[in-house]
C-alpha cells in the first residue's frame, strides 16, 4: 500500500504557538520577529513561550541520542495548549514532527504533539490557504528549499506556491535547486572539505540564474550559503521567507513606494 | 592481440583500498579536477535517465512498495527461504556452500577450481568477489582470473578498484580508457571512440572465453521456490562466463534471496529502470541447472557459494535489518551529493556511497568505517531514490549512535560499537543538553553571548575556511518578543 503523504489540516485557528528555534534566536531573530508580525497581520494571536530552546538536532544528528531527548521533552513541556505549533525552520520543523515519534517513542502524547507541527509556509497555504496581495515592485527570486524541508516537509511546493502568489515576483528555478547546500550540522565542520566542495557548486549554481536575492525557510542551509557568498564578495544574499513576505506585502515598506 | 601481465598484487593499486584513510582520500579525490568532472557528468547522465524512465511517479511509488515489501517478506523468512533455496538448488543439480567469511568464501572457489584442475578463470560483474577479494586470493595461486564485464577489465587492467557498483570504472573518462589501453594492449591502435574502444576490449575477452575452465559470476537474484538464479547484465558476458566454461560458480550474498518466481518481474523493472534508466537489460540470464543429458552447451557442474561477512550482524537487528533489501541498482550513489563530489574511491570500502556507508560497518566494524557515517548532511536524496525504500538516513543515525555510544562492547552489540566515543565530545553533549533543558540558564547564557558579541572570534576552525562567521544578534529572539509585548 502506498504510505499516506496526504496530511488533514485543521481550519484555521485564533491563536498559535510559534517556535523560533535555536539559530534565530541568537543569529537571526529579525526572522522571527518578522513571522509572529505576518502571523499577527492574518488576525492570529501568536505566543512565543520563554521557554522555549532547541528542537534537540545537533545532538540527535551527532549521536547522542539521550542528551537530545532530554532536550526535546523540555521542549514539549513549553507548548501545553492544543493548539498549532508554528516553526519557522524546515529541518527543525521535521525533526519535531517525524524524528520525535521515533526518539520519544515511549512518550504517551508524543503523536498529538508531532501532529500539531506545522513548518511556517505549510501553514500558511495549508492552514490559512493565505491570499498574499503583492506590494512591491517587480524583481526576480531563487528560492533554497531545505533538505529536510523538501523531503520530510514537502516545503519546496508550499515555499513555491507563495511565492507564486506575489504578481510582480518572478521566481528562477535552477536544475540544480533540490541538491543539498553542504550544511547538515556538524557535517560542514566534521567534514568540512566535502561541505565546502557542496557550497561552492551551490552558490554558483545560485549565481547563475542572475537573481539579486534567494529566499529559504531554513536558516541553517542560508547561514552556509550566505556565509559563502559574503566570503567570495558576491553581491547576492538570502533572506528569510517571513521576512520576505512581510516586506512584500507590507504598504508602509519604503522600497514598496512608487509601485 | 594479447594482454600484457598485470600485477596480480593489488596491495600496490593506485587507489589502497582502506576506509580508515577516508579524510585523506578524501583531500586527494576533491582536488582531483578530472576525477571531479568525470563523476559529475556520469551522475548527471544517470540520474537524467532515471527520471526518464519513470515517466509516471504514481507508478513509480507502487511500484517501489511492492518491492520493498517483497524483500522485507523475504528477510522475515529469510532462514527459511535459505533452506528452501538449497534444497531446491540440490535438486536441480546446483551444490550449495554456506561461507561465513570472506576467506572461507576464497577457499570453496579455490577448491572447487583445483578439483577440476582449473588454470584460466573469466570471471562475470560481481561486487560479491570484490568482498572477498577473490582476485587477489586466485591469483596468489597462480590461477588466472580476467574480468569479462568490459568496467571490470579496464579496472582490472590499470590495477584498480570498481569505483561504483554498477559502472565500476565509470572514474575513467574515454581518454583515460585509451591510455590505459594503450599501456596494457600490445598492437592496440590509439583511438578515443567509445565504440571502437568497446569492440577491442570484445575481441580480447571472446577469445578468453574459449580457453577457460571455469566461469565466475554473481547473482541479482535467487529464487527459493524454483531454485533459480537470476544474472543481470547487458553485455552478453554473464552469459557466456556462466554457459561456456565446465564449471560455473555462483557468487552472492545471503540477503539475495527472493520466495517466488513472481516475485522477479517487479524487482527486474525497478532495478533496470533505478540503475541505468533501461527498460530492460539486454541480457536476463535465468539459471536453473547444469548441463542435462543430451544437452549440447551449459557448464558440467554448477556451484552457488552464499556468503554472509557481517550480513547477519545487520540481519538480527529489525531496523538496521532493512540494509539487506538493498538490491545494488547504485541509485543511490547517483544522487549522492557526496558520492558525486569524492568519487567511489574515497570511500576505502568494496560499496561506496550511501549504501556502502550503512553496509560496510557489519563488513568491516565500526572503527574502520568510522567517518563514514557521518560523512553525510543527511540530505536523504539517497532515501527518496532507494527502490526498495531503505530508510538510509535514518540507517545512519543510528550508527552514528552505535558508534559514540557508552558500551563495553558485549553481547549483542554491534561490531565496533562505541569505538569513537570521545570523552570531550561526549562532555560536550551532556553540557549541551544540560544548557539547553534549563531555560534560565540557557537565556543567561544567550544574553551574555550576544552582549559580549565582539568576542566571539571572526574565525571559527573549519567553518570559515570557505564562509564568513555568522554574526551573533545583538539582542535575542526572547528579548525582542518580550520587549514587543511591552
Ligand atoms: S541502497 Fe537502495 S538505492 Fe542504494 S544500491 Fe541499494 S537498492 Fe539501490
Given at each position: 500500500m502506498t504510505e499516506l503523504n496526504v496530511r488533514f489540516y485543521p481550519s484555521q485557528p485564533k491563536q498559535v504557538y510559534l517556535f523560533g528555534t535555536c539559530l534565530a534566536d541568537v543569529l537571526f531573530p529579525d526572522s522571527g520577529i518578522d513571522a509572529i508580525e505576518f502571523l499577527e497581520r492574518q488576525g492570529i494571536e501568536v505566543i512565543y513561550p520563554d521557554g522555549q530552546t532547541c528542537c534537540g538536532q545537533p545532538a540527535y544528528n551527532s549521536g547522542y541520542q539521550d542528551e537530545a531527548k532530554q532536550v526535546a521533552l523540555k521542549q514539549i513541556e513549553q507548548f501545553p495548549l492544543d493548539i498549532p505549533i508554528v516553526v519557522i525552520s524546515g529541518s527543525c520543523g521535521g525533526m519535531m514532527r517525524h524524528h520525535y515519534l521515533s526518539l520519544l517513542?515511549?512518550?504517551?502524547?508524543i503523536q498529538g504533539f508531532c501532529d500539531r507541527i506545522f513548518e511556517f509556509t505549510e501553514f500558511l497555504v495549508h492552514v490559512l490557504k493565505i491570499e498574499l496581495k503583492d506590494q512591491g515592485p517587480k524583481e526576480q527570486v531563487a528560492l533554497h528549499t531545505s533538505c529536510a524541508a523538501r523531503r520530510?516537509?514537502?516545503?519546496h511546493l508550499t515555499g513555491r506556491k507563495l511565492i507564486e502568489q506575489l504578481d510582480n515576483v518572478e521566481l528562477i528555478v535552477h536544475n540544480k535547486e533540490s541538491e543539498c547546500c553542504g550544511f547538515g550540522g556538524t557535517f560542514a565542520v566534521k567534514h568540512d572539505d566535502i561541505s565546502a566542495a557542496m557550497v561552492a557548486d551551490k552558490t554558483a549554481n545560485l549565481l547563475d540564474t542572475g537573481v539579486k536575492q534567494f529566499i529559504s525557510a531554513d536558516w541553517g542551509c542560508m547561514m552556509n550559503i550566505n556565509g559563502s557568498l559574503e566570503y567570495q564578495n558576491k553581491p547576492l544574499a538570502g533572506k528569510h521567507i517571513a521576512s520576505y513576505l512581510l516586506e512584500r506585502t507590507s504598504e508602509s515598506n519604503p522600497s514598496n513606494k512608487g509601485n | 592481440m594479447s594482454v600484457n601481465q598485470y600485477t596480480p598484487d593489488r596491495t600496490e593499486s593506485k587507489y589502497t583500498k582502506s576506509a580508515s584513510t577516508f579524510r585523506q582520500n578524501v583531500q586527494r579525490d576533491l582536488a582531483n579536477e578530472e576525477l571531479r568532472s568525470n563523476f559529475a557528468g556520469a551522475m548527471d547522465y544517470l540520474m537524467d535517465k532515471r527520471k526518464a524512465s519513470f515517466p509516471s511517479n504514481d507508478e513509480l511509488e507502487t511500484l517501489r512498495d511492492q518491492c520493498k515489501l517483497i524483500k522485507q517478506r523475504a528477510l522475515v523468512k529469510l532462514p527459511h527461504l535459505l533452506e528452501q533455496l538449497e534444497t531446491k538448488l540440490n535438486e536441480n543439480g546446483i551444490k550449495v556452500h554456506w561461507a561465513e567469511t570472506i576467506n572461507d568464501a576464497n577457499e570453496i572457489i579455490a577448491q572447487l577450481i583445483e578439483s577440476k584442475g582449473g588454470k584460466n578463470i573469466v570471471k562475470g560483474k560481481s561486487m560479491v568477489s570484490e568482498e572477498t577479494a577473490l582476485n587477489d586470493f586466485l591469483q596468489a595461486r597462480d590461477m588466472e582470473i580476467l574480468e569479462s564485464d568490459m568496467g571490470e577489465y579496464i579496472v582490472q587492467l590499470a590495477n584498480e578498484h570498481p569505483s561504483h557498483i554498477i559502472m565500476p570504472a565509470i572514474h575513467q573518462n574515454k581518454k583515460q580508457v585509451a591510455d590505459i589501453f594503450a599501456e596494457h594492449i600490445d598492437d592496440f591502435e590509439y583511438t578515443t571512440d567509445v565504440d571502437t574502444l568497446i569492440g577491442e576490449g570484445r575481441r580480447i575477452l571472446r577469445d578468453k572465453f574459449s580457453k577457460a575452465d571455469v566461469g565466475i559470476t554473481g547473482v541479482n537474484f535467487a529464487v527459493a521456490e524454483t531454485g533459480t538464479l537470476c544474472l543481470v547484465e547487458n553485455e552478453g558476458n554473464g552469459q557466456m562466463s556462466s554457459a561456456v566454461p565446465d564449471m560455473h560458480i555462483a557468487i552472492t550474498g545471503i540477503e539475495k534471496v527472493v520466495e517466488y518466481l513472481d516475485d522477479i518481474p517487479p524487482l527486474l523493472s525497478l532495478l533496470t529502470r533505478s540503475a541505468t534508466g533501461q527498460a530492460i537489460t539486454t541480457y536476463f540470464n535465468m539459471i536453473s541447472k547444469p548441463r542435462q543429458p543430451g544437452e549440447k552447451d551449459g557448464p558440467e557442474e554448477v556451484h552457488l557459494v552464499l556468503l554472509d561477512n557481517g550480513r547477519s550482524q545487520a540481519f538480527a537487528d529489525e531496523e538496521l535489518?532493512?540494509?539487506?533489501?538493498?538490491?545494488?541498482?547504485?541509485a543511490c550513489m547517483n544522487h549522492c551529493p557526496v558520492y558525486t563530489r569524492v568519487g567511489g574511491h574515497a570511500y576505502g570500502t568494496v560499496y561506496p556511497g550511501p549504501i556502502g556507508k550503512i553496509i560496510s560497518p557489519h563488513q568491516l566494524g565500526l572503527e574502520s568505517t568510522k567517518d563514514l557515517p557521518t560523512a553525510?548532511?543527511?540530505?536523504?536524496a539517497c532515501g527518496e531514490v532507494c527502490p526498495v525504500k531503505i530508510p538510509i538516513p535514518n540507517i545512519l543515525l543510528r550508527l552514528r549512535k552505535e558508534s559514540v555510544k557508552d558500551t563495553k562492547g558485549g553481547e549483542g552489540e554491534l561490531k565496533g560499537a562505541g569505538s569513537n566515543r570521545k570523552a570531550t565530545e561526549a562532555a560536550i553533549w551532556k553540557a549541551w543538553s544540560l544548557l539547553h533543558r534549563v531555560p534560565a540558564m540557557y537565556k543567561v547564557s544567550m544574553w551574555f553571548a550576544t552582549r559580549f558579541r565582539?568576542?566571539?572570534?571572526?574565525k571559527l576552525g573549519a567553518w570559515t575556511s570557505v564562509r564568513t562567521a555568522p554574526k551573533l544578534a545583538p539582542k535575542t529572539l526572547h528579548e525582542r518578543v518580550k520587549a514587543r509585548r511591552k
Amino acid at each position: 500500500m502506498t504510505e499516506l503523504n496526504v496530511r488533514f489540516y485543521p481550519s484555521q485557528p485564533k491563536q498559535v504557538y510559534l517556535f523560533g528555534t535555536c539559530l534565530a534566536d541568537v543569529l537571526f531573530p529579525d526572522s522571527g520577529i518578522d513571522a509572529i508580525e505576518f502571523l499577527e497581520r492574518q488576525g492570529i494571536e501568536v505566543i512565543y513561550p520563554d521557554g522555549q530552546t532547541c528542537c534537540g538536532q545537533p545532538a540527535y544528528n551527532s549521536g547522542y541520542q539521550d542528551e537530545a531527548k532530554q532536550v526535546a521533552l523540555k521542549q514539549i513541556e513549553q507548548f501545553p495548549l492544543d493548539i498549532p505549533i508554528v516553526v519557522i525552520s524546515g529541518s527543525c520543523g521535521g525533526m519535531m514532527r517525524h524524528h520525535y515519534l521515533s526518539l520519544l517513542k515511549e512518550e504517551p502524547q508524543i503523536q498529538g504533539f508531532c501532529d500539531r507541527i506545522f513548518e511556517f509556509t505549510e501553514f500558511l497555504v495549508h492552514v490559512l490557504k493565505i491570499e498574499l496581495k503583492d506590494q512591491g515592485p517587480k524583481e526576480q527570486v531563487a528560492l533554497h528549499t531545505s533538505c529536510a524541508a523538501r523531503r520530510e516537509m514537502g516545503v519546496h511546493l508550499t515555499g513555491r506556491k507563495l511565492i507564486e502568489q506575489l504578481d510582480n515576483v518572478e521566481l528562477i528555478v535552477h536544475n540544480k535547486e533540490s541538491e543539498c547546500c553542504g550544511f547538515g550540522g556538524t557535517f560542514a565542520v566534521k567534514h568540512d572539505d566535502i561541505s565546502a566542495a557542496m557550497v561552492a557548486d551551490k552558490t554558483a549554481n545560485l549565481l547563475d540564474t542572475g537573481v539579486k536575492q534567494f529566499i529559504s525557510a531554513d536558516w541553517g542551509c542560508m547561514m552556509n550559503i550566505n556565509g559563502s557568498l559574503e566570503y567570495q564578495n558576491k553581491p547576492l544574499a538570502g533572506k528569510h521567507i517571513a521576512s520576505y513576505l512581510l516586506e512584500r506585502t507590507s504598504e508602509s515598506n519604503p522600497s514598496n513606494k512608487g509601485n | 592481440m594479447s594482454v600484457n601481465q598485470y600485477t596480480p598484487d593489488r596491495t600496490e593499486s593506485k587507489y589502497t583500498k582502506s576506509a580508515s584513510t577516508f579524510r585523506q582520500n578524501v583531500q586527494r579525490d576533491l582536488a582531483n579536477e578530472e576525477l571531479r568532472s568525470n563523476f559529475a557528468g556520469a551522475m548527471d547522465y544517470l540520474m537524467d535517465k532515471r527520471k526518464a524512465s519513470f515517466p509516471s511517479n504514481d507508478e513509480l511509488e507502487t511500484l517501489r512498495d511492492q518491492c520493498k515489501l517483497i524483500k522485507q517478506r523475504a528477510l522475515v523468512k529469510l532462514p527459511h527461504l535459505l533452506e528452501q533455496l538449497e534444497t531446491k538448488l540440490n535438486e536441480n543439480g546446483i551444490k550449495v556452500h554456506w561461507a561465513e567469511t570472506i576467506n572461507d568464501a576464497n577457499e570453496i572457489i579455490a577448491q572447487l577450481i583445483e578439483s577440476k584442475g582449473g588454470k584460466n578463470i573469466v570471471k562475470g560483474k560481481s561486487m560479491v568477489s570484490e568482498e572477498t577479494a577473490l582476485n587477489d586470493f586466485l591469483q596468489a595461486r597462480d590461477m588466472e582470473i580476467l574480468e569479462s564485464d568490459m568496467g571490470e577489465y579496464i579496472v582490472q587492467l590499470a590495477n584498480e578498484h570498481p569505483s561504483h557498483i554498477i559502472m565500476p570504472a565509470i572514474h575513467q573518462n574515454k581518454k583515460q580508457v585509451a591510455d590505459i589501453f594503450a599501456e596494457h594492449i600490445d598492437d592496440f591502435e590509439y583511438t578515443t571512440d567509445v565504440d571502437t574502444l568497446i569492440g577491442e576490449g570484445r575481441r580480447i575477452l571472446r577469445d578468453k572465453f574459449s580457453k577457460a575452465d571455469v566461469g565466475i559470476t554473481g547473482v541479482n537474484f535467487a529464487v527459493a521456490e524454483t531454485g533459480t538464479l537470476c544474472l543481470v547484465e547487458n553485455e552478453g558476458n554473464g552469459q557466456m562466463s556462466s554457459a561456456v566454461p565446465d564449471m560455473h560458480i555462483a557468487i552472492t550474498g545471503i540477503e539475495k534471496v527472493v520466495e517466488y518466481l513472481d516475485d522477479i518481474p517487479p524487482l527486474l523493472s525497478l532495478l533496470t529502470r533505478s540503475a541505468t534508466g533501461q527498460a530492460i537489460t539486454t541480457y536476463f540470464n535465468m539459471i536453473s541447472k547444469p548441463r542435462q543429458p543430451g544437452e549440447k552447451d551449459g557448464p558440467e557442474e554448477v556451484h552457488l557459494v552464499l556468503l554472509d561477512n557481517g550480513r547477519s550482524q545487520a540481519f538480527a537487528d529489525e531496523e538496521l535489518r532493512q540494509t539487506l533489501q538493498c538490491i545494488r541498482c547504485g541509485a543511490c550513489m547517483n544522487h549522492c551529493p557526496v558520492y558525486t563530489r569524492v568519487g567511489g574511491h574515497a570511500y576505502g570500502t568494496v560499496y561506496p556511497g550511501p549504501i556502502g556507508k550503512i553496509i560496510s560497518p557489519h563488513q568491516l566494524g565500526l572503527e574502520s568505517t568510522k567517518d563514514l557515517p557521518t560523512a553525510s548532511s543527511l540530505c536523504g536524496a539517497c532515501g527518496e531514490v532507494c527502490p526498495v525504500k531503505i530508510p538510509i538516513p535514518n540507517i545512519l543515525l543510528r550508527l552514528r549512535k552505535e558508534s559514540v555510544k557508552d558500551t563495553k562492547g558485549g553481547e549483542g552489540e554491534l561490531k565496533g560499537a562505541g569505538s569513537n566515543r570521545k570523552a570531550t565530545e561526549a562532555a560536550i553533549w551532556k553540557a549541551w543538553s544540560l544548557l539547553h533543558r534549563v531555560p534560565a540558564m540557557y537565556k543567561v547564557s544567550m544574553w551574555f553571548a550576544t552582549r559580549f558579541r565582539g568576542l566571539m572570534p571572526s574565525k571559527l576552525g573549519a567553518w570559515t575556511s570557505v564562509r564568513t562567521a555568522p554574526k551573533l544578534a545583538p539582542k535575542t529572539l526572547h528579548e525582542r518578543v518580550k520587549a514587543r509585548r511591552k
